[in-house]
Nanobody
Framework: VQLQASGGGLVQAGDSLRLSCAASGFTLGYYAIGWFRQAPGKEREWVSCVTAVDGSTFYNPSVKGRFTMSKDNAKNTGNLRMSSLKAEDTAVYYC????????????????????WGQGTLVTVSS
């Protein structure tokens, strides 16, 4: 069972970036997916999540309108499209999967997630 986050890099403020989260060893479509980030010296922060059943998405107000989350059950992946990036978006981004009983909700609480990817670094220069 593994989650692999990828797509991070160094970009300039205002640029866009797409992160992917690939699952192996389990069917990601049965799970809610969450994205979290951790900036240097700060606590891990919830970014967004998508529900397992209907694909509803939820966002931290700090990224709402700039980030778009999706999932591709056929490819067993989740994606996070980030646009209008700001310096304060600089962080290591983690994807996580939650096999929650309620397939129509997703949680901002990291302790509710069962599997975690290794993280991918996003650096936004101003």
């Amino acid at each position: 069972v593994q989650l692999q986050a990828s797509g991070g890099g160094l970009v300039q403020a205002g640029d866009s970036l797409r992160l992917s989260c690939a699952a192996s060893g389990f069917t990601l479509g049965y799970y809610a997916i969450g994205w979290f980030r951790q900036a240097p010296g700060k606590e891990r922060e919830w970014v967004s999540c998508v529900t397992a059943v209907d694909g509803s998405t939820f966002y931290n107000p700090s990224v709402k309108g700039r980030f778009t989350m999706s999932k591709d059950n056929a490819k067993n992946t989740g994606n996070l499209r980030m646009s209008s990036l700001k310096a304060e978006d600089t962080a290591v981004y983690y994807c996580a999967a939650d096999r929650r009983r309620d397939g129509e909700s997703c949680s901002p609480a990291p302790e509710e997630y069962d599997y975690w990817g290794q993280g991918t670094l996003v650096t936004v220069s101003s």
